[in-house]
């Protein structure tokens, strides 16, 4: 690894299971300027041409939902120390917005999202892979209670979600991925010896690079 690389930390999980409360966890604590934060749902696939009972009707879970080759693409250049112009995703809508926002490489650079550890071409450029572990039950709960204030979303529609796209790509991408990350954080409870020991690799690295 290049003494100025980028260290770059997968953060994955089923729905609801904490991904972002845990990278938000770890962030506190580094220098806001040393870490750059990347949402794989922000690479879901642009629909626009579709009308939106049918884009309603897709399966979001599916790895081919989101272009996941742009993401490679796009992590590829940050390494390298090059901007990017990441897009940006209406969850309401359920299609892309007009306006990109410009990613800055940093010392860290954290990739969250439900299926980051199911492609191989990701998982290259991965130097610590974390998967959130979190029984089904409570990941539900906070599906129900994030679809609502942040998406707009009735519970029949988050609970048709769940049981027909959500829980079945789960159990055959998501779930399967957890082999390969370094280290498997279960997150029925708060867990601060899992963030300690993270905080204390990304401190190392930022030191490193200082």
Known sequence: MSENRPTVIAVAGGSGSGKTTM???????IPSKSVLRIEHDFYYRDHSDLPLEEREKLNYDHPDALETSLLVEHLGQLIEGQSVMAPRY?????????????????????????????????????????????????????RVQRDREERGRSYEQTLNQWMNTVRPMHFEFVEPSRIYADLIVPQHRRNPVASDMLVAKIQSVIRGNG
């Open 23 to 29: 990278a938000n966890e770890i962030s506190r604590e």
């Open 90 to 142: 209406d969850f309401k809508t359920h299609t892309r917005k007009t306006r990109r926002v410009k990613a800055i490489s940093r010392p860290i650079i954290f990739v969250e999202g439900i299926l980051v550890l199911a492609d191989k071409a990701l998982r290259e450029l991965f130097d610590v892979m974390v998967f959130v572990d979190t029984d089904s039950d409570l990941r539900f709960i906070r």
